[in-house]
């Protein structure tokens, strides 16, 4: 049984005995200490196991090119929503965009531009829980059932 199955079967019991505004408030507090979590870890460069990501391949261009950190617009709120309820919490990539952090993640195979060649890009996970990720969740759980 992996970790995010003994969470889940952890926290059950207890979330039933919240009301549905309380599970979406709890819900809501979770997501954006999730989100936050993911978009440090983006910038941190990281896997969820902690391994650094695969680096950039270097690419042959003419002019001054600046060497930023990957995915500095993608870990921006206006593309890694948060959405929360009292049933489930959601954080991930929509629309477009989730296509490209789709075949970062998993490292499948895609243009680099339209009409461009195909090349596959090495599986950097974005999203995914950490261990600080679980802990946090199991924190914010217990603080608030101590309200």
Do not use: C
Request: zero cysteines; proline letters at 3%; charged letters at 30%.
């Amino acid at each position: 049984m992996d970790d995010l199955q003994l969470l889940n079967n952890w926290a059950t019991p207890l979330l039933g005995k919240l009301s549905s505004g309380e599970r979406a408030s709890l819900a809501r507090t979770i997501a954006r200490d999730l989100r936050r979590s993911q978009q440090q870890r983006i910038k941190d460069q990281q896997n969820p196991d902690g391994s650094d990501f695969a680096p950039r391949k270097f690419q042959q261009q003419q002019g001054r090119i600046k060497r930023r950190a990957m995915f500095a617009k993608l870990r921006t709120a206006k593309y890694l929503k948060q959405r929360a309820n009292a049933n489930d919490v959601t954080v991930g990539f929509y629309s477009r965009i989730a296509r490209s952090a789709r075949v970062h993640q998993e490292g499948l195979r895609d243009r680099v531009r339209k009409g461009g060649p195909e090349v596959t890009y090495e599986q950097r996970q974005l999203l995914g829980f950490s261990d600080a990720d679980k802990n946090m969740i199991m924190d914010a759980l217990l603080a608030h059932l101590g309200n």
